[in-house]
């Protein structure tokens, strides 16, 4: 499937997906209109995120072990901020999903990551999300589809023309 739409029921995992869906119910009841805006995976210039943890790891490794189990739509948060600026100037109240169009697992965004930088020499060795620990279980299949943007004539660019342009912009050796 091409991911989760704006009208389908929430069905949050874990505590920081249902402190979102409660924040979502609240705006809804309090407001009739808004815009609540979903997105996912998102880097941003400066400071850590994961392009940068990838990048690290390669090059003072050589190797990487990333899960394929977790699906999702890494965003760019400039095409973030340039929909939501669109979005802001209509009267389309609702919920969007505005992120960059497709979805890959965490070890596919890794491996174009190392493509990109010119490391394909790296490992990048697939493994399960129960093999990665951390203090928090996301969703393994958290791909959202923007069928409201798309409507309403607010589209982001495919995730890999938007992590080209990021690593372009933003990634020296």
């Known amino acids: 499937p091409d991911g989760y739409e704006e009208w389908m029921p929430l069905n949050p995992v874990n505590a920081y997906g249902r402190s979102k869906a409660a924040a979502e119910f609240l705006v809804r009841s309090i407001l009739n209109r808004h815009y609540v805006v979903r997105t996912a995976w998102l880097y941003a210039p400066g400071g850590r995120n994961f392009i940068h943890a990838i990048l690290d790891r390669a090059r003072n490794t050589g190797r990487l072990r990333v899960v394929t189990d977790e ?21 389309q109240y609702g ?44 969703p393994p299949y958290a791909a959202l589809h923007n069928v409201a943007g798309k409507a309403i004539g607010i589209e982001l660019r495919p995730w890999q023309s938007a992590l080209a342009a990021y690593m372009q912009d933003y990634i020296h050796d």
């Open 71 to 91: 699906v999702g739509n890494p965003t760019y948060v400039n095409d973030l901020a340039q929909a939501i600026a669109q979005l802001i100037e209509t009267n």
């Open 95 to 138: 919920t969007y999903h505005f992120v960059n169009s497709g979805a890959c697992s965490r070890w596919e965004f890794a491996n174009e990551i190392l493509r990109l930088a010119g490391l394909e020499n790296v490992t990048n060795t697939p493994i399960l999300s129960n093999e990665f620990r951390r203090p928090s279980t996301p």
